[in-house]
């Protein structure tokens, strides 16, 4: 059974910084994608930033240059680090891993990210 365990949101002032970790338990045979999603109320999940197969990164265009994704793979963990936040970024984030031929999606509980002054 795969498990993904978000942790470091919070609420931080505009122009602020958080650093999300996202640790993956499991057995995990083939990872397509590995990344963080957002979902604020009424919308739907949007991508914010992923390694996909290969080894390149995708970003949102709204995150480009303040958000870096990362990993440990000898800790199994993912991180997002967020600079710059600004109360557009205001959202629950999901940590996401695409497995498999058939792209089997597993996430995350999620963790809320406030940025308010």
């Known amino acids: 059974q795969v498990q993904l365990v978000e942790s470091g949101g919070g609420l931080v002032q505009p122009g602020g910084s958080l650093r999300l970790s996202c640790v993956v338990s499991?057995?995990?045979?083939?990872?397509?994608?590995m990344g963080w999603y957002r979902q604020t109320p009424g919308k739907q999940r949007e991508l914010v930033a992923a390694?996909?197969?290969?080894?390149?990164?995708n970003y949102a265009d709204s995150v480009k240059a303040r958000f870096t994704i990362s990993r440990d793979n000898a800790k199994n963990t993912v991180y997002l680090q967020m600079n710059n936040l600004k109360p557009e970024d205001t959202a629950v984030y999901y940590c996401?891993?695409?497995?498999?031929?058939?792209?089997?999606?597993?996430w995350g509980k999620g963790t809320l990210v406030t940025v308010s002054s």
């Open positions: 996401n891993v695409r497995s498999g031929l058939n792209n089997m999606d597993y």
């Open positions: 499991g057995s995990v045979v083939i990872v397509n994608a």
């Open positions: 390694f996909v197969r290969g080894g390149s990164t």
